[in-house]
């Protein structure tokens, strides 16, 4: 009981900073905004070529840009953490006895919280662009955003134990983040990509959540590519999440 | 007589049994702190005294559950350290030097969440936090954000965090470090007042006055060691009679000059001061100044002294706090 309090509390705590700074929700939803007005419309041309997958340009972008959302959103998660570590905000905290998972719980609950509003209010205004969503494929979708939030805030958080410098931290977060991005199809289909690089893809776990993503949108939701997307963003956000605990267990003992 | 026993004896704070701490470093292991004995005795302002890098934060920390030690043992607050961290956490309190509250929080809000962490309830936190921020005189300021308070009021929400569960032992590290001397001086008056409530103060500083001011027993520590204990006055009778210090073009000459007399009880010098520690400074110094001129040595300021605590550290270590606060 006493460890889910303080989860609770925690959790609390870091909701309360976000949403007495809704400055921080405008600036992260701008970036999603302008690809959709100002990238989007590219693809609608390209929407006609062969190997473009099904559904229309924006059924085809928007997924993945939810997916690139919960990529670079929780893999910055952990520069907060860098600063408080520097404040001395954690260590006040470490020697009450509050539960130590608890610290690195309730944030990531507060991560995959914001990320699951965030995906809503696009998807939401993608609608009059031409976005087409199937009502259950959306609920799925949040899941799977909210999956992909866990694993990336959960690694975000062990780098940001290990380095604790803001400097090196966007170094390996974002130079790690990106090749991610580019090999996972979310700004162009890798159905477009020559052979090689579809065959490197293959090894990216976030191609496999673009699939699924895409899938369930159009309202194929028992796909075999949903579930194999699924289970690969749960099993690598299970693994992430239990590599986060070990190091928090281990940092902040 | 095993740690065990001395438990049980009544008003004993914190006591510690060669506590060491070794990092590893690219040039072999350092031991921070190389086996440290200690006790603290209950209701007392128990200060550790020492330059920086001496060791004082990491027994701070090693005491406080932030730092496992890696040897040695200690008693806090009635409980092991080493099997009992999460006990120790219930009963001390802990202000780390750089704080610990979030400047986008209001201070009343950060007081509340630290005593929800404690296990307290919604109600019974907001309680305590009233009580805090009138006790530390924080109720002008309690609604806005850190960020905006002046060095003192920060300093004094600090301490309030450590305070929100009445703990009956409070850890302090380097309370005053930064602050003008006003709020110095109200930092010392607010842990005076909280002596008077009960509760027992472990403090580390490196100022010499805030030592001597506000500590009733001191340890001070260099290298990882503890060089001397006792209290302020204790340690001051040690080096008994006057301390005359001189400015000398050359130091090293001076004291071969000085070296030997039978007035001199020691002499110590260097860079173009020299401290003699004497029996009478009234008849020391007529006869320094016959020894430096017959040696042929430009003398540029002479004053007497009793011994502070700069002395006393000096003796012990061969080097002067004051030098490197400056």
């Known amino acids: ?253 | 007589m095993s740690l065990r026993t001395d438990r049980s004896r009544a008003g004993i704070m914190v006591e510690t049994r060669g506590l060491r701490r070794v990092f590893s470093s690219r040039r072999g292991p350092v031991a921070a702190v190389a086996g440290v004995d200690l006790q603290v005795e209950e209701g007392e302002i128990f200060g550790f005294l020492g330059p920086n890098g001496a060791g004082k934060t990491t027994t701070l920390r090693m005491l406080t559950t932030l730092l496992p030690p890696t040897s040695g043992d200690a008693w806090v607050a009635g409980c092991d350290l080493r099997r009992q961290p999460r006990q120790v956490r219930e009963r001390i309190g802990y202000v780390g030097q750089t704080g610990g509250a979030d400047l986008q929080v209001t201070g009343r809000r950060e007081l509340v969440f630290q005593s929800c962490l404690y296990g307290m309830g919604p109600a019974e936190a907001r309680q305590r936090a009233a009580e805090l921020l009138s006790l530390l005189d924080l109720e002008e300021c309690a609604d806005r954000r850190v960020r905006t308070y002046s060095g003192g009021q920060r300093r004094r929400l600090d301490i309030g965090l450590g305070l929100a569960h009445r703990p009956r032992l409070l850890f302090l590290d380097e309370p005053t470090t930064g602050l003008d001397p006003q709020a110095r001086f109200r930092i010392w008056e607010e842990v005076r007042h909280l002596q008077q409530l009960g509760t027992t103060v472990f403090m580390t500083t490196h100022y010499l006055d805030e030592a001597d001011a506000l500590c009733d027993r001191l340890a001070i520590i260099d290298h990882g060691r503890i060089v001397a204990e006792g209290t302020p006055q204790e340690l001051k009778r040690r080096i008994a009679g006057d301390v005359v210090t001189i400015g000398v073009g050359d130091s090293d000459r001076a004291l071969v000059a000085l070296a030997g007399q039978p007035f001199v009880r020691e002499a110590l010098g260097a860079d173009g001061t020299v401290r003699l520690y004497v029996d009478r400074g009234e008849t020391a110094m007529p006869a320094i100044l016959r020894l430096l001129d017959g040696a042929g040595l430009q003398l540029h300021a002479i004053s007497m002294s009793r011994p502070s605590l700069d002395d006393v550290f000096l003796r012990q270590t061969g080097r002067s706090l004051r030098e490197q606060a400056a």
């Open chain 1, 1 to 253: 009981m006493k460890p889910l309090i303080d989860v609770w509390l925690v959790f609390e705590r870091y909701l309360g900073l976000l949403l007495r700074n809704p400055a921080w929700l405008a600036t992260a939803l701008v970036q999603p905004i302008l690809y959709l007005v100002l990238f989007a419309p590219l693809l609608k041309s390209l929407a006609s070529l062969r190997g473009f997958p099904p559904g229309g340009a924006y059924n085809v972008f928007v997924p993945g840009l939810l997916v690139q959302l919960g990529l670079f959103g929780s893999a910055s998660v952990g520069f907060s953490l860098i600063a408080e570590l520097r404040l001395g905000v954690v260590e006040r905290m470490r020697v009450t006895p509050v539960s130590r998972l608890a610290l690195l719980l309730g944030r990531a609950l507060r991560d995959v919280l914001n990320l699951v509003v965030q995906a809503l209010i696009i998807t939401l205004i993608a609608i009059p662009f031409g976005l087409r969503i199937h009502p259950l494929g959306l609920v799925m979708m949040l899941g799977l955003v909210a999956l992909i939030g866990l694993l990336f805030a959960s690694l975000s958080y062990t780098v940001a134990l290990w380095l604790r410098n803001e400097d090196s931290f966007a170094a390996v977060v974002f130079t790690s983040a990106l090749p991610l991005l580019l090999l996972s199809g979310v700004l162009l289909p890798l159905t477009l990509a020559p052979a090689w690089l579809q065959n490197v893809a293959r090894a990216n776990p976030l191609a496999y959540a673009v699939n699924a993503a895409r899938a369930v949108f159009l309202g194929h939701l028992t796909q075999a590519s949903v579930v194999q997307g699924v289970s690969i963003m749960g099993a690598l956000a299970l693994a992430a999440l239990v590599l986060a605990a070990r190091s928090v267990s281990r940092a902040l003992a």
